[in-house]
């Protein structure tokens, strides 16, 4: 077996013995032209936290409130409310108002807001028109039903809708069913519209603002809320002698709550289990306390059957 040999060729292999040269020149901290900085010391027995993370935005909770009640009585009615909703679902509240039924149907409508406090007629227009859902509704003194109560000043003569032929009278709202629909199906059942038997009619936008017209003498007669009425009375019991029922409708399915159907199943599910519980927890107990409510319920469409044949009956929503 022949042996190999090696032969270095010192000419050639110059070049490479530089480079190992300076190599080793570097590696071994001679060459103080390019000697490298010392590395910093890192005491690892030395621990801090890591830097807080702003949390992402969180998108509020909207919930729109028909002015079934002014703005005023609205803010300080509902207030405690969203409070505590803010607190059970994590997340702040933004409580949106608007001057007409028409315009918080519309909110839902374009799924701006996520929870909507309605009254009856609108939750109907909402569910034929663009499939308005419910979520629950309030049970008060043990009832899922409210009324549509006809009033006038204490000292007014009327008895009944036909004596107040001639009169002024105060709507709530175009879309209100209690405030609107319902006395002019009993104008209708007299064989007139509200335009001919009424010598003047006016909007007031919320029952709490019909109610005072009507306390106040700006207008003769007025039909509101039960519900709205029983709690401004105990609110203010002196109104109690500056106004009188003269007639009150047969009971109808409750103001719902009701969502838009564009949210998530999920979050709506969430919703109606924080809403059906509040009565088993002492601080919505509280709340409800505070806005007159027994608890929240499960309700259904058919529960509003009346309301939506007598509405059509009218010639709908306006």
Same mark, same amino acid.
């Given at each position: 077996?022949?042996?190999?040999?090696?032969?270095?060729?010192?000419?050639?292999?110059?070049?490479?013995?530089?480079?190992?040269?300076?190599?080793?020149?570097?590696?071994?901290?001679?060459?103080?032209?390019?000697?490298?900085?010392?590395?910093?010391?890192?005491?690892?027995?030395?621990?801090?936290?890591?830097?807080?993370?702003?949390?992402?935005?969180?998108?509020p909770l909207r919930i729109a409130v028909a002015a079934i009640i002014s703005p005023q009585g609205t803010a300080e009615?509902?207030?405690?409310?969203?409070?505590?909703?803010?607190?059970?679902?994590?997340?702040?509240?933004?409580?949106?108002?608007?001057?007409?039924?028409?315009?918080?149907?519309?909110?839902?409508?374009?799924?701006?807001?996520?929870?909507?406090?309605v009254c009856t007629s609108a939750y109907v227009d909402g569910h034929d028109r663009f499939g308005m859902e419910l979520?629950?509704?309030?049970?008060?003194?043990?009832?899922?039903?409210?009324?549509?109560?006809?009033?006038?000043?204490?000292?007014?003569?009327?008895?009944?809708?036909?004596?107040?032929?001639?009169?002024?009278?105060?709507?709530?709202?175009?879309?209100?069913?209690?405030?609107?629909?319902?006395?002019?199906?009993?104008?209708?059942?007299?064989?007139?519209?509200?335009?001919?038997?009424?010598?003047?009619?006016?909007?007031?936008?919320?029952?709490?603002?019909?109610?005072?017209?009507?306390?106040?003498?700006?207008?003769?007669?007025?039909?509101?809320?039960?519900?709205?009425?029983?709690?401004?009375?105990?609110?203010?019991?002196?109104?109690? %002698?500056?106004?009188?029922?003269?007639?009150?409708?047969?009971?109808?399915?409750?103001?719902?709550?009701?969502?838009?159907?564009?949210?998530?199943?999920?979050?709506?599910?969430?919703?109606?289990?924080?809403?059906?519980?509040?009565?088993?927890?002492?601080?919505?107990?509280?709340?409800?306390?505070?806005?007159?409510?027994? %608890?929240?319920?499960?309700?259904?469409?058919?529960?509003y059957t009346d309301v939506r044949q007598l509405t059509q009956m009218v010639g709908g929503v306006q």
């Open positions: 077996m022949k042996s190999v040999r090696w032969r270095l060729d010192t000419r050639r292999s110059w070049p490479l013995l530089g480079w190992l040269l300076l190599a080793s020149l570097l590696l071994s901290g001679c060459f103080p032209l390019v000697r490298a900085a010392p590395l910093p010391y890192i005491d690892l027995d030395q621990r801090e936290p890591l830097p807080a993370i702003a949390p992402a935005q969180v998108r009615s509902y207030s405690d409310l969203a409070a505590y909703l803010s607190e059970k679902v994590g997340r702040p509240i933004e409580l949106i108002q608007r001057r007409t039924y028409a315009e918080v149907n519309e909110l839902v409508a374009q799924n701006q807001v996520d929870v909507a406090f979520l629950v509704a309030p049970e008060i003194d043990g009832q899922r039903v409210y009324y549509s109560e006809l009033i006038v000043p204490r000292a007014s003569p009327a008895q009944s809708m036909a004596d107040l032929q001639g009169k002024v009278f105060a709507f709530t709202d175009p879309i209100s069913f209690s405030g609107r629909v319902y006395p002019t199906y009993l104008v209708q059942q007299l064989g007139q519209t509200p335009e001919h038997f009424f010598r003047r009619s006016f909007y007031t936008y919320s029952h709490d603002r019909a109610i005072e017209a009507v306390a106040a003498g700006v207008a003769d007669g007025a039909a509101v809320d039960s519900l709205v009425l029983d709690y401004a009375l105990k609110r203010n019991p002196s109104l109690s %002698r500056r106004i009188r029922v003269i007639h009150r409708s047969p009971p109808f399915g409750i103001p719902p709550v009701v969502i838009p159907p564009e949210l998530p199943p999920r979050q709506a599910a969430d919703l109606r289990d924080i809403f059906l519980a509040m009565d088993h927890d002492p601080e919505g107990r509280a709340v409800l306390s505070e806005l007159g409510i027994d %608890r929240f319920v499960v309700v259904q469409d058919e529960d």
